[in-house]
């Protein structure tokens, strides 16, 4: 297992001190979400204005739609209470999803047939269901699944919220962040984790589908030191399931590779993403030396009918470098942003058609679980691109739950990209963010746990 890097070193960090103010103020290339000039806004994302889509009428088959969801779940709600299992709570979770997605108007073709997934011998399966005031615990490991002590959500929540919007927005020092770090994760992995699984699915409920699971600090095995402790994707490549009917174990090979990047300057998008154009021509180089054949669509040519039929096809990895948008408030969809003032893709757009993509990477803001606590506020996404475009076919999706800075993404994927075909998706992210660790100092998982990987692992 690796040894991954023992962040209590802190003499290491001392010559490296300017690193970490490069990172914080030298912004000048912008994140990657979505600014807006229109009348109705909302400040989020570090001061950027996201815009508010509208949500079109619902039609009378929607609406059906929903009320059959929600009598499915109800009803397994009701067998759960009966009787946890990790089977019924997988299938609770796929019900709750399907409703989120019904909901926001998508297109949701999730397997009619439910299965939990078949795991190799190194691989460990741990589930959380949030049912009545608990959050539940499951772990699958070597054939057999242990249900573990369930934890009061009055006991779990605070720390999650806490430690989501430390995460993203807070000004702790680094050796008080580790404490929370390290806290969450003697409270729900502690003794959920196997000591010899080098891979992990989570399948995340509540607001533990909010928190970085791969970011918190596990204890370092072999280490004598009592407090020494790594992050948990030191010690195993990770992936999340939000819902366990998802393809797993099955996965799609990569025939052809789609890169799509707007050029921004206007509409509603102000900020122009110099990094993203550069992890462009990174990949290329990349698809070149693995001999795949790749189409690249940059500027004018990137558009969102070029984006959706790329999604469309069998067997396409799928790259979107640009602004992501995603506005907390109810009735608001998250979006791709393109530069034309109306030109945007929300989850109703994208999951109009089967996207029926091996991969899809959205290399942009708040494209995963996006949530802000600040100001005695609790709002959160409803539904998000991830789900949305997994719910509609897509195999793996990567993507990030809080705002990206330009250079660090290009930083990431030129590291992921490096061992995609060799690794898969899941190990070649844990890669690349396990050398990101190295180079930080201090890591702050700000820095290098934005993405990861949903969906099929591709292990």
């Known amino acids: 297992m690796a040894t991954g890097t023992n962040v209590n070193d802190r003499r290491s960090w001392t010559p490296l001190a300017s690193l970490l103010v490069i990172l914080v103020v030298g912004s000048a290339s912008g994140c990657r979400c979505g600014g807006s000039t229109g009348e109705s806004e909302l400040r989020v994302e570090g001061g950027e204005r996201m815009a508010r889509p509208t949500r079109p009428d619902e039609s009378r088959r929607a609406r059906r739609r929903r009320a059959v969801g929600r009598r499915g779940s109800r009803q397994l709600a009701a067998r759960f209470s009966h009787r946890p299992t990790l089977f019924v709570g997988e299938r609770l979770k796929c019900a709750r ?12 073709r999730l397997p009619t047939t439910f299965r939990l997934p078949a795991l190799k011998s190194d691989t460990a399966l741990i589930s959380f269901v949030q049912h009545r005031r608990k959050l539940y615990r499951f772990v699958r490991w070597r054939g057999r699944t242990r249900r573990l002590r369930a934890l009061p959500l009055a006991n779990v929540d605070p720390l999650l919220i806490g430690l989501r919007d430390e995460l993203e927005f807070g000004k702790l020092d680094m050796r008080t962040l580790q404490v929370y770090l390290g806290r969450a994760y003697d409270r729900l992995l502690a003794d959920a984790v196997p000591p010899k699984a080098k891979r992990l699915l989570f399948a995340p409920d509540g607001l533990a589908r909010f928190v970085p699971l791969h970011a918190l600090l596990a204890r370092a095995s072999g280490s004598r030191g009592a407090t020494a402790r790594q992050f948990v994707v030191s010690r195993a490549a990770i992936a999340y399931l939000p819902c366990a009917a998802l393809a797993v174990g099955s996965s799609r090979p990569l025939s052809t590779l789609t890169l799509i990047a707007p050029s921004y300057g206007r509409g509603r998008a102000r900020k122009p993403l110099a990094g993203a154009h550069e992890e462009l021509k990174a990949i290329m180089k990349q698809a070149r030396r693995l001999g795949l054949p790749a189409a690249r669509y940059v500027g004018t040519e990137a558009t969102p009918k070029r984006l959706l039929a790329a999604l469309e096809a069998r067997g396409r990895l799928v790259h979107f470098a640009g602004h992501g948008l995603a506005d907390l408030r109810p009735g608001s969809p998250p979006e791709l942003i393109f530069p034309g003032r109306d030109e945007g893709l929300s989850v109703q757009l994208l999951t109009r058609s089967p996207a029926r993509a091996s991969m899809a990477v959205l290399a942009s803001c708040a494209g995963a679980y996006v949530a802000r606590f600040r100001d005695d506020q609790r709002l959160l996404a409803k539904v998000n691109l991830a789900e949305a475009l ?10 990030a739950s809080w705002s990206v800075k330009d250079r660090q993404s290009a930083a990431q994927m030129r590291l992921f990209y490096r061992d995609l075909q060799r690794l898969g998706a899941a190990r070649a992210l844990a890669a690349a963010q396990r050398e990101r660790i190295a180079r930080l100092r201090p890591p702050h998982p700000r820095f290098w746990a934005f993405y990861a990987v949903y969906g099929d692992p591709g292990w």
């Open 97 to 108: 999803m399907r409703e989120r997605l019904v909901a926001a108007g998508a297109q949701v």
């Open 390 to 399: 997994l719910g509609a076919g897509t195999g793996t999706v990567i993507a």
